[in-house]
């Protein structure tokens, strides 16, 4: 079965730049969705289809993906942005990727 | 606005057999597939099947064929997913949710389960 790995943590200061990546076989060749969960509360898609931000996400969000490797990127970090962020794709079944915590410092 | 609204909390003991509810409204039922996830304490998600309300076809997660099932019931909009032989492993928060290839992605709260002897 499909196997998609994400790093446990990553951690960026307040206003850098934090990259979070979600590794799979060929994973370019799919579409890749990314949800962003804060305690308590169901998961929030933040991009789609690789690259694509759903309305009232802001614009610092934003995916890329190719070859292994698919990375959402959040630029000018916020406390509001520490959560986890799990990634998605479909391969005969939905697989979601083991999940990051991001911690803003 | 799309709502996804699930039963309530559940406690079951080990072996039993819990059967959650989602009713939806805010757009029609048969438009998107509805998926299950479960999520354990302190764990991330585990996709655990899908349905298509539009023809009840189904498909489980490897993990969970067997001893889930999920239905759908296009009279009142809502889904439902049963899950048989609980174990302790089981407790966690069911949701159910829209998640497909595009923007129209919505999630209920969550069904938290506890499987407790």
């Known amino acids: 079965s499909y196997e998609l790995t994400q790093p446990l943590s990553v951690s960026v200061a307040l206003g850098q730049t934090a990259r979070i990546t979600c590794g799979g076989n060929n994973i370019g060749s799919k579409n890749v969705h990314w949800y962003q969960q804060k305690p308590g509360q169901a998961p929030v898609l933040v991009i789609y289809k690789d690259s694509n931000r759903p309305s009232g996400i802001p614009e610092r969000f934003s995916g890329s993906n190719s070859g292994n490797t698919a990375t959402l990127t959040i630029s000018r970090a916020q406390a509001g942005d520490e959560a986890d962020y799990y990634c998605?794709?479909?391969?005969?079944?939905?697989?979601f990727g083991g999940g990051t915590k991001l911690t803003v410092l | 606005e799309v709502q996804l609204v699930q039963s309530g909390a559940e406690v079951k003991k080990p072996g039993a057999t819990v059967k959650i509810s989602c009713k939806i409204s805010g757009y029609t039922f048969t438009d998107f597939h509805m998926h299950w996830v479960q999520q354990a304490p302190g764990k991330g998600l585990e996709w655990m099947g899908l349905?298509?309300?539009?023809?009840?076809?189904?498909i489980y997660a490897e993990k969970f064929q067997g001893r889930v099932t999920i239905t759908a019931d296009t009279s009142t909009d809502t889904a439902y997913m049963e899950l048989s032989s609980l174990r302790s492993e089981d407790t966690a928060v069911y949701y159910c949710?829209?998640?497909?290839?595009?923007?129209?992605?919505?999630w209920g709260r969550g069904t938290l389960v506890t499987v407790s002897s």
């Open positions: 998605r794709v479909w391969d005969s079944s939905t697989v």
């Open positions: 949710s829209t998640m497909g290839s595009g923007s129209s992605d919505y």
């Open positions: 349905i298509d309300p539009e023809d009840g076809e189904t």
